[in-house]
């Protein structure tokens, strides 16, 4: 009697897909990969195209291909050039942002899709020379002199800190005015004569201002110099005195002896001429000694210099010191480097990178299953070996052209001139200098 023929089980189970040894052009298309930045817009590249197929038959050829097969797709290999490419602008634009950052704050920022490509704007033109990643910028030291002017500011030069003037009315016997509330008041209320507005009119909004001086006005003081009968440099009236005496005797002295002369002169009438001090506590200020009968000895008023603080992020009328901008690492209109503009040492690494992430991809396939049953045995596969190679590669891949650029950077680059120069010098001290006869 005839029997049925068995049933074998396990049934063979394998990978209905395998990496072919080539890979095909006309197959990369935007769905090919995640992003398609590449093949689409301004970066559009077929120079990428063929890296990423040249790429397959690398993959094929160092996962032994011709030995063993190998479960990817060729749009796993396409995937993992995308992504190695954009891993390359990645560090080299963080390198440059290293360079730049200083000048660029305040300049003009750029807005991005969701693949990291400008969408409009001078710079979004990338392939036409005018992609940012591209340019050798001039350098301005933006940051260094938004602090040398906000410096400057604080001590009461240049043009940043607007500094006002404003006056009191002294009072007999009255010791305390209250600034704070005199300007506050002014700035609020202003007077009305048609058209007419205090400087800071508006401007202090109950703000803490800064004192920076307080002085009045004598037509009583005279300035003079080098004593009461006139000299050198004598500021006065010459014709009512004369300005030697009869019998004068003139000692040498050096020009800058005469500058310290001045200047203490100076600092006298500045800390002993006046018949008054004060000192201010809250922006409320007292006189001492009290004024008395003002306008028939003492001065009628007194003024003060003050300064209003300003919002950090009001932009400036003139612009001068804008608020808009660049500025910090996430506002650099850096896009993707164009393909093209990537050298041979890039190309490379793409090319390496790539390959550590196809291993990856292939470890997690295979990690899916420890083994493989076929009739009688099993295959064991190797996905935990494929994942610690992938993940040292990438690693170390990462993290030299990291060191590379740090040995690079534009003040490093300046740092091996100097020493270049240095030991250029140094040899030249032993080169003997040639002997000519004319």
């Known amino acids: 009697m005839a029997t049925a023929p068995p049933v074998l089980t396990p049934v063979q189970k394998t990978s209905p897909y395998v990496l072919k040894s080539t890979g095909s052009q006309h197959l990369v ?20 195209t063929s890296g990423a197929v040249a790429q397959v038959s690398l993959t094929y050829k160092m996962l032994g291909g011709d030995v063993l097969d190998i479960e990817l797709t060729e749009n796993n290999v396409y995937t993992s050039y995308e992504m190695a490419t954009l891993e390359y602008c990645t560090i080299i634009n963080n390198h440059q942002a290293k360079n730049v950052l200083s000048d660029f704050l305040g300049a003009t920022t750029g807005t991005f899709d969701h693949e990291g490509a400008l969408q409009s704007g001078e710079l979004s033109s990338s392939l036409s020379g005018s992609h940012l990643a591209l340019k050798f910028p001039k350098f301005n030291f933006e940051y260094s002199r938004r602090v040398a002017e906000g410096l400057a500011g604080e001590a009461g030069f240049g043009d940043d800190v607007r500094i006002y003037s404003a006056s009191i009315n002294l009072q007999d016997n009255i ?55 006139g000299g050198l440099n004598v500021v006065g009236n010459l014709y009512t005195y004369g300005q030697y005496s009869d019998e004068s005797t003139f000692e040498l002295v050096p020009a800058w002896q005469n500058k310290l002369q001045a200047m203490a002169f100076e600092t006298s009438l500045y800390t002993r001429a006046s018949h008054y001090a004060y000192e201010i506590y809250d922006n409320r200020m007292r006189i001492f000694p009290p004024p008395s009968a003002p306008g028939t000895g003492s001065p009628r008023k007194m003024w003060f210099d003050f300064t209003v603080p300003t919002d950090p992020w009001t932009e400036d009328a003139t612009r001068k010191n804008g608020t808009d901008g660049i500025n910090n690492y996430n506002t650099l209109p850096f896009a993707n480097i164009p393909y093209e503009n990537i050298n041979s040492m890039g190309k490379q690494w793409i090319r390496k990178y790539a390959l550590a992430l196809s291993k990856g991809m292939l470890a997690q396939i295979r990690g899916k299953f420890g083994a493989i049953p076929i009739p009688g045995e099993s295959v064991t596969l190797n996905s935990s070996e494929l994942a610690s190679q992938a993940e040292a590669e990438t690693t170390a891949l990462k993290t030299e052209l990291v060191e590379l650029l740090d040995t690079l950077t534009y003040e490093a680059l300046m740092e091996t001139d100097a020493n270049l120069t240095e030991n250029s010098n140094r040899i030249q001290v032993h080169v003997p200098m040639g002997i000519y006869r004319g």
Do not use: H
Not at 29 to 48: E, R
Not at 180 to 185: A, D, G, S
Not at 192 to 201: E, I, K, Q, R, V
């Open 29 to 48: 298309t935007s769905t090919s990969v995640p992003y398609g930045v590449y093949l689409t817009g301004p970066l559009s590249s077929s120079q990428w």
């Open 175 to 229: 010791q305390d005015y209250d600034l704070q509330k005199i300007v506050q008041n002014a700035s609020v209320e202003v007077p009305g004569t048609s058209g007419f507005a205090y400087p800071f009119s508006g401007s202090v909004n109950n703000k803490r201002i800064a004192i920076r001086r307080v002085y009045y006005r004598s037509n009583q003081t005279m300035w003079r110099f080098y004593g009461y009968y």
